[in-house]
């Protein structure tokens, strides 16, 4: 990990998959740069995550479901906090466009000692 950069340069090509790059990991806090370019969760297919995660669009858009049914659609600059093991899904990301996330997990204090 490089203690220094500029999030939105040097973008791996996600056209075939979404890419993940771990920007800063210190004390149970993972911080990581996600491009998207038209992925999806698979159908049927939820996340429920041990750690609460904040994420930033910082470029395109995208669009998660949660598991009652509403969705949250995300544009440049939006954000949401999505608590740990809160079931959510990625329904849509732009297909024309990267969309760049900046997401921050960090520990859930019940879990902590499984972390």
Known sequence: MKASGNILNSLADASAAEVFQPLWEQSGVLIERIVSRGQ?????????????????LLKGAAKLCWEDGSETALNEGDYVAIPA???????????????????????????????
């Open 40 to 56: 999806r969760s698979a159908p049927d297919t939820w996340y429920e995550q041990e750690r609460h995660e904040w994420v930033l």
């Open 85 to 115: 093991l809160k079931k959510h899904r990625v329904e849509w990301t732009d297909p024309n466009q990267d969309t760049i996330w900046l997401a921050i997990h960090f520990p859930n204090e019940r879990s902590k000692g499984s972390e």
